[in-house]
T-cell receptor, first 114, second 111 residues
Framework: ETGVTQTPRHLVMGMTNKKSLKCEQH?????MYWYKQSAKKPLELMFV???????ENNSVPSRFSPECPNSSHLFLHLHTLQPEDSALYLC?????????????FGPGTRLTVT | RKEVEQDPGPFNVPEGATVAFNCTYS??????FFWYRQDCRKEPKLLMS???SGNEDGRFTAQLNRASQYISLLIRDSKLSDSATYLC????????????FGTGTRLTVIP
C-alpha cells in the first residue's frame, strides 16, 4: 500500500465503548498528526508526533488518547466519548514537523457517537 | 478572531469561467501558505504552495499579500473536475508543525 491509510473507515460507538483508530503511513515521514473535521468547521489539529514523540497537544480532552509506537503508526484511543465528538478524524504525515512541508492525509475515519 | 477566514461560498460557475477565492489570516508571523483541495467525502490534498512572489501551476494562480494578510487563488478555464472545496492553510512555523485551516470555499462548476 502507498500513502496514508486509516482503519476503520466508519465507526459507530456508544458513549461507554472503547475503540481505537489506526493510521499507517508508507512514505517514510517523521511526523504524524491527528485532526478532527466537523461540519462547517475548520480542521482542528489534535496531536502532533515527531519521531515518535508527542510535540503538540491542543487541549484535547483526555477521552482521546494518542499512541505512536513507531514513526509509521499512529493510534487514537477513544473512551467515554460524547455525541459532539462525532466527526471525521483525519490522520496526516509530513517529512518533518516544521510547518514548511506538505502534509499527506489519510482518507479519514467517520465516527458517530450514539 | 479566527486564524484563517474564507468565504464559504458556494461558488457556482459555468465551465470555462474564471473564479477567484480570497482568504485572510490573522497572525502576521505566519510564514508558509498553502491551498488544499478537498473533494466531497475525501481527504484534503495539497493543491499548491503560495510563495511571496506569486506562483502559477497551469490554470491555477496563487498570490500572497503580506501587507494585507490575504491569499488568493485564481482558477482559469474552470473544468467540471475543479468542483471541490478549497482550503486556505497557513503555518506559523513556531515549534512543531502547526497548520491552521480555513473552513473552505465550496466550488461547483456547472456544465
Amino acid at each position: 500500500e502507498t500513502g496514508v491509510t486509516q482503519t476503520p473507515r466508519h465507526l459507530v460507538m456508544g458513549m461507554t465503548n472503547k475503540k481505537s483508530l489506526k493510521c499507517e503511513q508508507h512514505l517514510g515521514h517523521n511526523a504524524m498528526y491527528w485532526y478532527k473535521q466537523s461540519a462547517k468547521k475548520p480542521l482542528e489539529l489534535m496531536f502532533v508526533y515527531s519521531l515518535e514523540e508527542r510535540v503538540e497537544n491542543n487541549s484535547v480532552p483526555s477521552r482521546f488518547s494518542p499512541e505512536c509506537p513507531n514513526s509509521s503508526h499512529l493510534f487514537l484511543h477513544l473512551h467515554t466519548l460524547q455525541p459532539e465528538d462525532s466527526a471525521l478524524y483525519l490522520c496526516a504525515s509530513s517529512q518533518e514537523a516544521s510547518g514548511r512541508g506538505e502534509q499527506y492525509f489519510g482518507p479519514g475515519t467517520r465516527l458517530t457517537v450514539t | 478572531r479566527k486564524e484563517v477566514e474564507q468565504d464559504p461560498g458556494p461558488f457556482n460557475v459555468p465551465e470555462g469561467a474564471t473564479v477567484a477565492f480570497n482568504c485572510t489570516y490573522s497572525n502576521s508571523a505566519s510564514q508558509s501558505f498553502f491551498w488544499y483541495r478537498q473533494d466531497c467525502r475525501k481527504e484534503p490534498k495539497l493543491l499548491m504552495s503560495v510563495y511571496s512572489s506569486g506562483n502559477e501551476d497551469g490554470r491555477f494562480t496563487a498570490q500572497l499579500n503580506r501587507a494585507s494578510q490575504y491569499i488568493s487563488l485564481l482558477i482559469r478555464d474552470s473544468k467540471l473536475s475543479d468542483s471541490a472545496t478549497y482550503l486556505c492553510v497557513v503555518s506559523h512555523q513556531t515549534g512543531a508543525n502547526n497548520l491552521f485551516f480555513g473552513t473552505g470555499t465550496r466550488l461547483t462548476v456547472i456544465p
